[in-house]
Nanobody, 122 residues
Framework: QVQLVESGGGWVRPGGSLTLSCVASGSIFDINDMAWYRQAPGKQRELVAVNSYGHNTNYHESVKGRFTISGNRVKNTVQLQMNSLKPEDTAVYYC????????????????WGRGAQVTVAS
């Protein structure tokens, strides 16, 4: 199958920066969308940013101008550069990819990482 592993989380002061990275491994024939989600305590998981196959990107309104998503479909990686971090950005961040694992079937399945904690506090 496919495994996604995130790295780069941690603690940062307000106004600081962090970069999250995610690498996929396993039976990968092709990757469609690559995305980052987050879930804060007591809240539902929300889409933060998505990098589509045609390299189109979309962002949650609250992170526009501060976060940048970049995907590499040769290395099977996706990064999230987070600048000007705010306390409300505190959450567990999850990497998600739509992966085609079977060359004989033109279908894509969703795979998730286990999450990386990001804490923004003074």
């Amino acid at each position: 199958q496919v495994q996604l592993v995130e790295s780069g989380g941690g603690w940062v002061r307000p106004g600081g920066s962090l970069t999250l990275s995610c690498v996929a491994s396993g039976s990968i024939f092709d990757i469609n969308d690559m995305a980052w989600y987050r879930q804060a305590p007591g809240k539902q998981r929300e889409l933060v940013a998505v990098n589509s196959y045609g390299h189109n990107t979309n962002y949650h309104e609250s992170v526009k101008g501060r976060f940048t998503i970049s995907g590499n479909r040769v290395k099977n990686t996706v990064q999230l550069q987070m600048n000007s971090l705010k306390p409300e950005d505190t959450a567990v961040y999850y990497c998600q990819m739509q992966v085609r694992t079977d060359v004989m079937r033109n279908t894509y399945d969703d795979f998730w990482g286990r999450g990386a904690q990001v804490t923004v506090a003074s």
